[in-house]
């Protein structure tokens, strides 16, 4: 299958999804749609677009999805993928981001990032010299919202006039680059949240600038069954992110109204007709199965609704290795 890789991305980080412009991200998540494709035509192991090329993974956040995505989609294309942990760098102490960028960027192709601060990243992607992909930070998760736009698409076939609502921690990373890539795409995307954890100024400067190019609307709303009205997408995250657990309490106090359930599902006016699907950036708390939450049940959303035959969760986790593979295609092989 042939992919289209003109996008003008060629040795192009990705560390915000604001690095591109709204026709480069629709082209990344069609190059994902192909990519995906092409894998399960087999087409990528007749040809591998990415062989002799050496992938960094530098990881300071330990993770499932992100680490085994990007493994799996540099080495279907015949790249090696090398990963590096957290006892394994020494950001700012034995030496500085600066000097380990440019020092990977001497013996790697690309490099996969995922960690705290967002300077970080930056900092990787000014001084290596090749190609940095966000895998996460504290502030953005873009490779996130490119698996989330691209199971979208699959199943509505188009994202212009959908209406996305996400539920919870309005200011975290998934929900800031869901604003921002919603907006870009043209989708009405609705931040429901409580006043306490709501987008900052700077996001929605973002997300509304975005927006008004294409006559959809970004919005902040505090009452759920107003926001989820209408909705095609109800999207949740963990209530408390990696490094704020100390909060677990106060969050699940304040965060209990805002938990997706299946009346908060019907509220949409979308489930009977099929018009409305669940997604969640996992992991999830939806059951007594995990430490968490053995004692007190579903947080974020319930067993039923994370079940349910409208959850496409799991489709998109797997879309996680074509999305993060169409930027490794585009940054290393693409037209410039």
Known sequence: MKLNLDLGLRGRSLVTLSDVTDGQMLGLVELAIQAKARKRAGDHLREPLLRGRNICLVFEKSSTRTRCAAMVAARDEGATAEYLGKSDIHFGKK??????????????????????????????????????????????????????????K??????????????????????????????KAGIGVVDCCPPQLAPTPRVMGLARAAAARHGSMVSVCHAPAEAVRGANVIYTDVWVSMGEESQFRERMQLLMPYQVNLQLMEQTGNLSAGRVIFLHCLPAFHNDRTEVTEAIGALEVTEEVFEAPFSKVFDEAENRVHTLKAMMLASLVGES
């Open 95 to 152: 030496e500085s981001v600066e000097d380990s960028a440019r020092v990977l960027g001497r013996m790697f192709d690309g490099i996969v990032f995922r960690g705290y601060a967002q300077h970080t990243v930056e900092v990787l992607a000014e001084r290596a010299g090749v190609p940095v992909w966000n895998g996460l930070t504290d502030e953005w998760h873009p490779s996130q919202i490119l698996a989330d736009l691209q199971t979208m």
């Open 154 to 183: 699959e199943h509505y076939g188009s994202l212009q006039g959908l209406k996305v609502v996400f539920m919870g921690d309005g200011r975290n990373n998934v929900c800031n680059s869901l604003l921002v890539g919603c907006a």
